[in-house]
Structure formats: C-alpha cells, structure tokens
C-alpha cells in the first residue's frame, strides 16, 4: 500500500523556528553579474587546482581557482544529473521532488512546477537578465501531434522561460538522449528529419532524431561561443545578468574537437577535459576584456563524479584518479559520487588564493542570490538552501550543520562534521558492491565513515558507535519529515515515497 511520506505519525516534528534564517539579508549597493557554469561528470580530481596528482593539464581552471577561492569540501545533492540540476535552480533537495531515482529522458515532462521559485525567477525580480545555455535535462512539454509523435515545428511548453530566465538556448537532456535539437525561447531552431546514433564506447549517443544544425562534436563549443556573446552583450547593458551555463560534457559523447584529440596523453576523456578547460579561460579572458570581471561572481562546479565512462581502468594505468583520493564515482553514495570541484571568483569581494574546507552544497546558491540581491526567500523556498555569502567574505555566518547526499538508486546519506552516515549497504550505485551485485545482502544494512581518518571510506564503524549512527538517523528522518533542513515552518514533500527503501525510518 502507497503512503503519503511526509506523513509518519510517531515522529514528533521538531520545528526548526519560526522563518527561514537566510531572509536575514544585507543588498549590496552593486550587486554583481553571476555566471554558473556546471560541467557534466567531471570528478573532483580532473582539475589540478584539487588534484596536484592529477595528469590532466587544467591551466585555465587552475587560473580561474588561483584568482578566487576554491572549495574542497563541495557537494552535489545527487549523484547524477536531473536531480542535481533541479536542486541548483530550486534550493532544494532533489528526493523532495518527484524523481525519487534516477533521470529524466527526452519526452520527460518537466520536473520543476511553474510556481515554485527558482534561482533564475528570484534574480529576475531583483531586476537581472537572465540566461540559460546548455543542457536542461529537467524536462519540458513537448508540443505533439494527432498521432502523439513531438511536432517539432510548434513551441514547448515549460520549459526554462516558464521558470525565470529571460532567454534560453539548449537541448533537453544529456547529448546521449534523444531527440537531439536545440531549442531556443522554447521554440525548435530545426525540424529533426534524419536518425543518428554513434556505438563507440566512449563517443556513444543512442540513435534518435536528430536536427540538421544540431552536430555532436559542435555542441559544447557552440554552448560556449554562445555565452561569450551574452555576455559581450550584456556588458553594455546597465542592468546585472544572470547566466547558467550547463555544459552537456565531459559527460557522453566524449568527442573532444579534432585540435584536442590526443592533447591530454591519455584518452579522449582526459582531452575532453582539458577542451572544456581550454574555454573556460576562453569565458573568463571575455569577463577580463568585456571590463566586469571584478564584479562578476564566476562559480565553475560539476554535476556529480566522474562516469566510469571515462574509463578508470585506462587512466589509472597512466596515474590519473578522476575521483582523486575519494571511493566510487558518478551514481555512487560514496564521496566519488557527489564531491565535486568549487571554484567561485570573485575579484570584488573574495581575495585571490583562498581556500574552504567548510562542508557546502549546490542547493546553496539559491540563499546565496536572496542575500546578494538582499532578498527574503519565501518559507516555501530554498528549504534546504544557506548563503555562501559569509564563506566569499571569509567571515563567520555559515549556517549549514548537516548535509544530506542521494545516490542514482534513491538510497541516502548524511553527513555532520567528520561524521557520514549512509542508509545502505555498498555503493547505492554503479560501483562494486552495487545494489544489484551478488552478496550485497550480507552486508550491514548501514555504514558509518569518520571522513577525517578514514577519507576512502575503507572503515565501517557502525557497531563501534550505534549510538553515533542513531542520532544522525534521527537528524536525517526530522529533515525528511519537515520538508526541510533550514529553519522554519515544514513545507510539504513532493510525490510519494518508495517506502521499502526507507525501512530505517520506521525501525524506533
């Protein structure tokens, strides 16, 4: 039998306090342009700014990283795309929407409600343009015809421009999912006509519809182009800017450009890599020539880990690690899963060289924009959002105590202090043991990690500390229960829940 998940009436409901602490805000008299750029499955150790072992050559990012303040500590909410994606725009935990596991597809309905308030619509209201480029994968309505098939010649419905940005540019899902056509402001810029796929391991894409303007290997290169414009011409305009740039790579197909092919000495994930970095210096040269760099706050993370796609195996055998010290990979509950790269400059504001080690997540931008812009967030909003604004100042304010994390398979884990608690056995994900890897049963149904002495998550130290374990439990079923980790009154969750996967909650 379904039940309604927000609802467990055994638990007492512990209310956090009377509003969101983030709407406590200071307006800074210029606020400044922001650009988020999120790369695709790159691993925490692919940029030698958080890797000094790692053999992929990174200069622009390392620049960019030296120039502002890099964060080690960084998580994504989820291990995979969709669910991060949907986190970075609302401040909000992915499980709390409607996707409970795994990823939308290309004739997914959009996962982001009209009137829940995104990132995008909130710096709209503080008078910024805002843009998106790249990849969406958080769903739209296509339009259809009599038989049910996408007419591609009518506009979507839903898409970016419903939920804030003031322009839009990109394709519906990862460059593997078709169908595979660029839409701009929500109507099509071709009709596809012809089917493509591509069966190599590492440039896969599944064979689909595919539009005449809309080339593979051009994808990333066009998304960049593209963003250098806006920005170009945004500087002549008063008014600040917004821009989420979503970069579908080094994600599938890895098609690094034909002058970046066997550049990196690996394989065409290491010059993949080292192609995206190459433009993100191309980007942050076009802030620099453009005159707004010292008042633009440029933010270059990740989605979640690296995919094995990039294939370990091969890079290990030359020295790289794409996860660097850290367990697993993309899908993974395990810090390989969902640490990833930080970097946020900031000339203005955050002095060069700086360094965090303080525990952040991607939902964290979205407090980060209210308090820039001097903005309240509605009780209803953000709900699991805190402002980074004190950690760019390098002053005390940071009020994010505990962080939950999300594997591909919808399994958790919580993480407070040193102290990581995962509500499964194994990986939750794609990495030995899987959910689905012969023996996985017999292993403890919880595991607990003192990341501080034990980085690789080598030492489950469940039964030397039960009670450890019980109280983050705890913590973890009060933040599911209350539809929110920040202070205020608890807000609803979105669908229901697999329950069997939630077993812990319900053993008190």
């Given at each position: 039998?379904?039940?309604?998940?927000?609802?467990?009436?055994?638990?007492?409901?512990?209310?956090?306090?009377?509003?969101?602490?983030?709407?406590?805000?200071?307006?800074?008299?210029?606020?400044?342009?922001?650009?988020?750029?999120?790369?695709?499955?790159?691993?925490?150790?692919?940029?030698?700014?958080?890797?000094?072992?790692?053999?992929?050559?990174?200069?622009?990012?390392?620049?960019?990283?030296?120039?502002?303040?890099?964060?080690?500590?960084?998580?994504?909410?989820?291990?995979?795309?969709?669910?991060?994606?949907?986190?970075?725009?609302?401040?909000?935990?992915?499980?709390?929407?409607?996707?409970?596991?795994?990823?939308?597809?290309?004739?997914?309905?959009?996962?982001?409600?009209?009137?829940?308030?995104?990132?995008?619509?909130?710096?709209?209201?503080?008078?910024?343009?805002?843009?998106?480029?790249?990849?969406?994968?958080?769903?739209?309505?296509?339009?259809?015809?009599?038989?049910?098939?996408?007419?591609?010649?009518?506009?979507?419905?839903?898409?970016?421009?419903?939920?804030?940005?003031?322009?839009?540019?990109?394709?519906?899902?990862?460059?593997?999912?078709?169908?595979?056509?660029?839409?701009?402001?929500?109507?099509?810029?071709?009709?596809?006509?012809?089917?493509?796929?591509?069966?190599?391991?590492?440039?896969?894409?599944?064979?689909?519809?595919?539009?005449?303007?809309?080339?593979?290997?051009?994808?990333?290169?066009?998304?960049?182009?593209?963003?250098?414009?806006?920005?170009?011409?945004?500087?002549?305009?008063?008014?600040?800017?917004?821009?989420?740039?979503?970069?579908?790579?080094?994600?599938?197909?890895?098609?690094?450009?034909?002058?970046?092919?066997?550049?990196?000495?690996?394989?065409?994930?290491?010059?993949?890599?080292?192609?995206?970095?190459?433009?993100?210096?191309?980007?942050?040269?076009?802030?620099?020539?453009?005159?707004?760099?010292?008042?633009?706050?440029?933010?270059?993370?990740?989605?979640?880990?690296?995919?094995?796609?990039?294939?370990?195996?091969?890079?290990?055998?030359?020295?790289?690690?794409?996860?660097?010290?850290?367990?697993?990979?993309?899908?993974?509950?395990?810090?390989?899963?969902?640490?990833?790269?930080?970097?946020?400059?900031?000339?203005?504001?955050?002095?060069?060289?700086?360094?965090?080690?303080?525990?952040?997540?991607?939902?964290?931008?979205?407090?980060?924009?209210?308090?820039?812009?001097?903005?309240?967030l509605p009780e209803n909003a953000g709900e699991d959002s805190y402002s980074?604004?004190?950690?760019?100042?390098?002053?005390?304010?940071?009020?994010?105590?505990?962080?939950?994390?999300?594997?591909?398979?919808?399994?958790?884990?919580?993480?407070?202090?040193?102290?990581?608690?995962?509500?499964?056995?194994?990986?939750?994900?794609?990495?030995?043991?899987?959910?689905?890897?012969?023996?996985?049963?017999?292993?403890?149904?919880?595991?607990?990690?003192?990341?501080?002495?034990?980085?690789?998550?080598?030492?489950?130290?469940?039964?030397?500390?039960?009670?450890?374990?019980?109280?983050?439990?705890?913590?973890?079923?009060?933040?599911?229960?209350?539809?929110?980790?920040t202070p205020g009154p608890p807000q609803p969750n979105d669908g229901e829940y697999p329950w069997k996967q939630l077993d812990w909650m319900?053993?008190?």
């Amino acid at each position: 039998m379904k039940t309604q998940w927000i609802l467990i009436p055994f638990l007492v409901i512990l209310t956090l306090g009377c509003q969101n602490a983030q709407t406590e805000t200071k307006e800074y008299a210029d606020p400044p342009n922001i650009i988020i750029v999120l790369a695709d499955d790159l691993g925490y150790g692919d940029v030698g700014a958080f890797n000094p072992q790692s053999k992929i050559r990174t200069p622009a990012l390392d620049s960019i990283a030296r120039a502002g303040m890099i964060f080690t500590d960084a998580h994504t909410s989820s291990s995979v795309c969709t669910p991060t994606r949907y986190s970075l725009l609302t401040g909000r935990y992915n499980w709390r929407s409607t996707l409970k596991r795994g990823v939308l597809w290309g004739d997914s309905p959009p996962l982001i409600p009209k009137d829940r308030l995104t990132l995008a619509a909130l710096l709209d209201s503080a008078g910024y343009h805002t843009a998106f480029i790249g990849k969406w994968h958080l769903g739209w309505d296509w339009a259809k015809d009599e038989h049910g098939a996408i007419d591609f010649s009518k506009p979507i419905q839903n898409g970016p421009n419903s939920i804030g940005f003031d322009y839009s540019f990109g394709h519906i899902a990862s460059l593997d999912i078709p169908p595979y056509v660029y839409v701009e402001n929500h109507m099509p810029t071709a009709v596809p006509m012809e089917r493509t796929a591509n069966e190599d391991y590492q440039g896969f894409w599944r064979d689909g519809l595919t539009a005449p303007d809309f080339v593979h290997e051009e994808v990333t290169p066009n998304f960049f182009r593209r963003s250098m414009q806006y920005i170009r011409e945004r500087a002549e305009q008063p008014e600040p800017f917004f821009l989420y740039l979503a970069l579908p790579s080094p994600h599938t197909p890895i098609l690094p450009s034909a002058e970046w092919q066997g550049k990196s000495g690996l394989n065409p994930y290491g010059d993949f890599v080292m192609m995206v970095d190459d433009y993100m210096g191309q980007l942050d040269a076009t802030l620099q020539a453009a005159g707004i760099s010292d008042n633009t706050l440029l933010i270059f993370t990740s989605d979640n880990g690296c995919s094995p796609r990039a294939k370990f195996e091969e890079l290990a055998e030359k020295g790289h690690q794409p996860s660097h010290i850290y367990r697993g990979h993309k899908a993974d509950i395990y810090e390989g899963g969902h640490r990833v790269p930080f970097i946020a400059k900031w000339p203005a504001v955050i002095p060069s060289k700086s360094h965090s080690g303080t525990t952040i997540c991607l939902t964290d931008l979205m407090a980060t924009a209210a308090e820039l812009t001097g903005q309240a967030l509605p009780e209803n909003a953000g709900e699991d959002s805190y402002s980074l604004v004190p950690l760019f100042e390098q002053q005390p304010g940071y009020q994010r105590t505990a962080t939950v994390h999300h594997s591909i398979e919808g399994e958790f884990a919580i993480r407070q202090g040193d102290w990581k608690l995962a509500l499964c056995p194994g990986s939750g994900g794609w990495s030995v043991p899987s959910p689905l890897d012969a023996g996985i049963d017999t292993l403890p149904p919880f595991q607990l990690f003192n990341l501080s002495d034990d980085p690789v998550e080598q030492n489950n130290l469940i039964n030397q500390h039960a009670a450890l374990a019980d109280s983050l439990k705890h913590l973890l079923t009060r933040y599911i229960e209350q539809g929110r980790s920040t202070p205020g009154p608890p807000q609803p969750n979105d669908g229901e829940y697999p329950w069997k996967q939630l077993d812990w909650m319900k053993k008190d």
